[in-house]
């Protein structure tokens, strides 16, 4: 049988016609078995990647914690020691930072802030470290000339931490300088007046005060409560600014919580 | 024919493709936001290559750490190109990887998996 040439080409088309459309097949084919492959392969990969960096994440976070948590011990302990030279306890440095924590916070500063006042105020006596014994742990009242060397610590203080760069320690210096001054402009070492006090300087020296009034020192014994507060209050707007006084009666209980919670052992 | 070449960023590999040394390499990561706009200059640049009957061998080099998927359907594409031309050049495909990411692996071994007659091999990183 012979085939006429309209067949014959009407044959060749449609070879034509299976042919493109078996590639067409083959192709469609392989690129719905690869987009699975992809899809899995990504998902896989994505899935890896994500991990991964959760991992890693949590790694900086604790490592932040570490180095959050190191660097307040270290600052605790720094702080310590001017204290202990002067036989203050441990408890002195840390019951200030929660004074100056609190009085910060209802003063209205931002949260980060009174943290780091809080991390910053127990090394308020720092430059006690370069006061000789003889005036530091003198059993009873200071002559003028001791006191000339005994008030010296607040600038050394402000000398040894003025050149940080670091949040924490620019914080400590202005603390270590100012927390002698006095609102009515009588402190040292500036004599700084008002405002031109840094309310960390302000409320530092509140919170150091109301503490060593509470406590035994060498040179004198704890003073009964209605002492401290009738002192405190007869400071207010002389030693004291009188908005952070105000602040301390109007939340009293959280101070006193503190204080027991954070009481010196004999 | 000119050669291409393209910095990599955050999102995207560096890319060399040298038309008259016939060396094609990328290396990086590959998370583009439009992926296929990303790579459409390089396929135009290898078709264009293979339309100008390039008188070399061609050497393909992938260092690749990351990519999405719309990358790996770009590498597939991609070497579709090559092995439709794999009967008229000498072409060589290393993918490069760093042996402890297994996914880079898994990656090359999906390709030699995919392009039977094309020669990948699988280069690990010093």
């Known amino acids: 049988m012979t085939l006429s040439t309209p067949d014959k080409e009407l044959l060749h088309e449609i070879e034509t016609l299976k042919h493109d459309f078996n590639h067409t097949i083959d192709k469609l084919t392989k690129d719905i078995k690869r987009h699975s492959k992809i899809i899995l392969r990504s998902d896989h990969r994505q899935q890896y990647e994500y991990d991964a960096l959760q991992k890693r994440h949590q790694e900086v976070k604790d490592l932040n914690e570490e180095i959050e948590a190191t660097q307040c011990e270290v600052v605790f302990t720094l702080g310590a020691i001017g204290e202990h030279r002067s036989k203050e306890t441990g408890y002195h440095v840390k019951r200030v930072a929660q004074y100056t924590y609190l009085l910060a916070k209802y003063s209205g500063i931002a949260e980060e802030e009174c943290e780091l006042l809080k991390q910053a105020s127990p090394l308020h006596d720092i430059g006690k470290v370069a006061i000789p014994d003889a005036i530091l742990n003198k059993p009873g009242r200071l002559d003028a000339d001791e006191f000339t060397v005994m008030k010296e610590h607040a600038q050394i203080g402000y000398e040894m931490l003025q050149y940080s760069q670091r949040p924490l320690l620019k914080t400590a210096a202005i603390v270590a300088h100012q927390h002698h001054e006095k609102y009515n402009g009588t402190g040292y070492p500036q004599g700084l007046e008002g405002k031109q006090i840094h309310i960390y300087g302000r409320i530092t020296a509140l919170a150091d005060v109301f503490d060593a009034l509470s406590c035994r020192r060498v040179y004198k014994a704890s003073w009964k409560d209605e002492a401290i507060f009738a002192y405190l209050k007869q400071e207010r707007g002389e030693h004291f600014d009188p908005k952070l006084i105000d602040i301390f009666f109007d939340h009293l209980d959280e101070f006193i919580a503190i204080r027991s919670q954070l009481e010196d052992t004999y | ?126």
């Open chain 2, 1 to 126: 024919m000119d050669n291409f070449i393209a910095e990599g960023t955050q999102h995207t590999p560096n890319i060399s493709m040298n038309a008259s040394t016939g060396v094609i390499s990328m290396s990086g990561q590959s998370y583009p936001e439009n992926t296929f706009e990303f790579y459409q200059p390089v396929m135009a640049w290898l078709l264009d290559f293979f339309a100008s009957t390039p008188q070399t061998d061609i050497e393909v080099n992938m260092e690749i750490i990351y990519f999405n998927s719309g990358s790996s359907k770009f590498f597939f594409d991609f070497f579709d190109i090559f092995d439709a031309e794999k009967n008229n050049y000498k072409i060589t495909i290393n993918w490069i990887y760093n042996p402890e990411n297994t996914r880079a692996l898994e990656a090359g071994e999906d390709f030699i998996e995919d392009f039977v007659n094309l020669s990948i091999n699988l280069v690990t990183t010093k």
